[in-house]
């Protein structure tokens, strides 16, 4: 199996792989590091399905745009500090648009106002899951020198989704949505081209070059192909296109019993710098080893509550902000929360005899959107439970 020689060198990585068996069918430097550009955002994805699967979230809740978000660049829906959106459409802002500022937006509620505390929890799940070519920077694919992964981790980062999260499986496949009266249309061109596409994700950024994930369903089989660094769109679309078609004769040729195989080979030399990239060498695997097959597992495994954020149920969250040595001065903090966070907080004596100024009886994602609000009216607080 080959991909076209008219694309050679006109992309850095490739994978085509089965997602129902692991079985990697095709690869060309599949474990050489890349910049990730914005399929960074299959990771912020899986925390979000996450956050809703474990009740953290919800579809209908409104979450809080900062003013580090409403700033984020350039592809954005263009929300304003203050502003809010609901989950189920910042969902669609990035699977659909692949908008910096709401992945921002997503990050930060989740993971208490700090999208660098949120890019480290990236970081450890992809660990977590078998990504060990991985390290998360952002929650969007901005550049950053240090954020890079893989073809291999992006495949399985996709499958892992795929697997532990059936039920949000269609934002990915949405080709068009309208937000505020302007319609976005998906990127990954293979959803109106491609018979039996079901997904991606695309990406972009200067450094990375054009990168997609895409994957497609044909007699029974469910692939996903992967093309980094591509030239430019038609490169990517065209190779990814090639990858799934070869996938496809490959998996009908194969006996049943082989295709629920882990097939993988030795991982190439890395002779290249992350930045500096030669022409890929075509390589086919058909040797199984443990290396993919348990990194497989781990990512398909079954998902366990991941963002170490409370599990406590609706109400039994707070805010404070600050505890005084006097009443006087938790009352004015009581007006100041009052008038530039917008809720009323109420001041509560601890044991040492301090005045805390707190609100009460909340959920986590709306503790979390007071805290952020608090934020950036430049009140300190956090949250407790």
């Not at 994805?45 to 984020?72: C, M, N, P, Q």
């Not at 001041?347 to 040492?352: L, R, W």
Request: glycine share 6%.
């Amino acid at each position: 199996m080959t991909v076209s020689s008219a694309f050679a060198a006109q992309y850095r990585a490739a994978l085509v792989a089965d997602m129902d068996s692991g079985r990697v069918l095709y690869a060309e430097n599949s474990t050489v590091q890349n910049y990730p550009a914005s399929l960074t955002k299959i990771m912020t994805l899986y925390l979000t399905f996450d956050a809703l699967e474990h009740g953290r979230l919800h579809l209908d809740d409104y979450l809080i745009v900062s003013k580090s978000a409403a700033a984020a660049e350039p592809v954005k829906v263009g929300l304003t500090a203050g502003s809010k959106i609901k989950v189920e459409d910042a969902i669609k802002a990035l699977t659909v648009l692949s908008a910096n500022d709401v992945a921002r937006v997503l990050a930060e509620n989740l993971k208490g106002g700090m999208e660098g505390n949120f890019a480290d929890l990236m970081t450890r799940v992809a660990r977590e899951i078998g990504l060990s070519g991985t390290n998360f920077e952002n929650s969007s694919g901005l550049p950053n020198d240090d954020h890079m992964s893989t073809a291999r981790d992006i495949a399985l980062l996709s499958i892992a989704v795929y697997k532990h999260f059936p039920q949000y499986w269609k934002y990915f496949s949405i080709n068009t949505w309208t937000y505020n009266g302007k319609t976005y249309t998906n990127g990954n061109r293979l959803l109106r081209t491609y018979p039996g596409c079901d997904g991606m994700k695309t990406g972009y950024t200067r450094k990375s070059r054009y990168s997609l994930v895409a994957t497609a369903q044909r007699d029974g089989h469910h692939l996903i192909a992967v093309v980094l660094g591509a030239e430019n769109k038609d490169v990517r679309a065209n190779v990814a296109t090639n990858l799934l078609n070869k996938g496809f004769e490959k998996v009908a040729g194969l006996p049943p019993q082989s295709v629920v195989t882990y097939t993988s080979a030795t991982p190439q030399p890395v002779t290249q710098s992350a930045v500096t990239y030669t022409a890929p060498a075509p390589v086919t695997y058909d040797t199984p080893t443990p290396t993919f097959a348990a990194a497989y597992n781990a990512a398909t495994a079954q998902s366990a509550p991941v963002v170490d954020i409370s599990n406590n149920a609706p109400g039994n969250a707070g805010v404070q902000f600050g505890a005084f040595s006097s009443r006087d001065a938790a009352t004015a903090q009581v007006a100041n929360v009052k008038n530039s966070v917008g809720v009323n907080a109420v001041i509560e004596t601890a044991p040492n005899g301090m005045f805390r100024v707190r609100v009460n009886n909340l959920s986590e994602s709306a503790a979390q959107n007071i805290r952020n609000r608090a934020k950036n009216a430049g009140i300190d607080s956090y949250v407790f439970h």
